[in-house]
């Protein structure tokens, strides 16, 4: 805050370091310290401020303008409101349509944090769980809100994402065996109960990404459909079920094994075409495929041991 800001400049003056004009000036060029990277301006040798960073890296990546710009609330102030500064000014234009500011992850109700050492990586997180489930955690809560991490939750979101899994699977189950006759009037009923449940699903997603009523409307959809659906129903209505818990989970990028599976095969071919590209010394194709990853989410990293891939 400004008084933070008042007391460092306080500090400066009193310790005679060269500091700012006005202790609410940020920074947009550091002078260089010992054994840190640095570069030639016409100001001295430095690097780039925090603020100033990021400014550029968004021009560079996303163009003048950011539909959506994330961050966790700590940043509001001052880094965000820098940011928006330095952009607007230099695009002379609004700098982000929407800003989502999400609240902090604890572990033991404390923030998790490298300093304090009580963090995880993802990767130690997949060796026990499915990624699935730690999507569906972190979707459990609001995004602004604070998220507390624990075994026992982990376990309840393991639960419930398998809820519904299961419910899918009986759905598959019970659509190939059903008759393709038109439903009847108690499943016309039911699937307007469905289309209600799809409705509040949406205006929970409206009402500022609010996933966590978004799945509680899933599993009232869930609970519809385990109550009604068996050996009797038509083809019709079975589907219909199917189709909408599918479509409502594919949103939050829930139950998607498949697609996921589809997306690594097309990975592997398109890496593939693209060492063949190298060998032949095609390069401006290799390029153009490495391009078409990127894309798609997909970094490659070039390595002893062959090309390496990740979603970002």
Known sequence: NLDELQSGFREIKVTGEEGKEDPND???????????????SPWCQGRPGWHIECSVMAKKYLGDQIDIHAGGEDLIFPHHENEIAQSECANEKPFATYWMHNGFLNIDNKKMSKSLGNFFTVREIGEKYDLQVLRFFMLSAH??????????????????????????????????????????????????????????????????????????AIFE???????????????????????????LCDVLGLITEKKEEALDSQVEEMIAARQQARKEKNFALA??????????????????????????
């Open 26 to 40: 940020f920074v947009l060029w550091k002078p260089k310290k010992e054994g840190e990277p640095f570069w030639e």
């Open 221 to 247: 959809l869930v609970k519809l459909a385990n109550s009604t659906a068996d050996e009797n129903s038509t083809k019709t209505y079975v589907s219909y079920l199917k189709k909408m818990i599918e479509e």
């Open 287 to 312: 390029d153009q495929i490495r391009g078409q990853l990127l894309e798609m989410g997909i970094v490659l990293e070039d390595t002893r041991e062959g090309v390496k891939w990740k979603r970002v």
């Open 143 to 216: 995004y602004r809100s604070p998220l507390n991490f624990s075994a026992d939750l982990m376990e309840a979101s393991k639960n419930g994402l398998e809820r519904i899994v299961t419910c899918v699977g009986r759905l598959k189950d019970l659509e190939a065996r059903a008759q393709g006759a038109a439903e009847t009037c108690g499943e016309q009923n039911q699937m307007a109960q469905a289309d209600e449940l799809r409705r509040k699903y949406e205006a929970a997603m409206e009402d500022d990404f609010n996933t966590a009523d978004a799945i509680s």
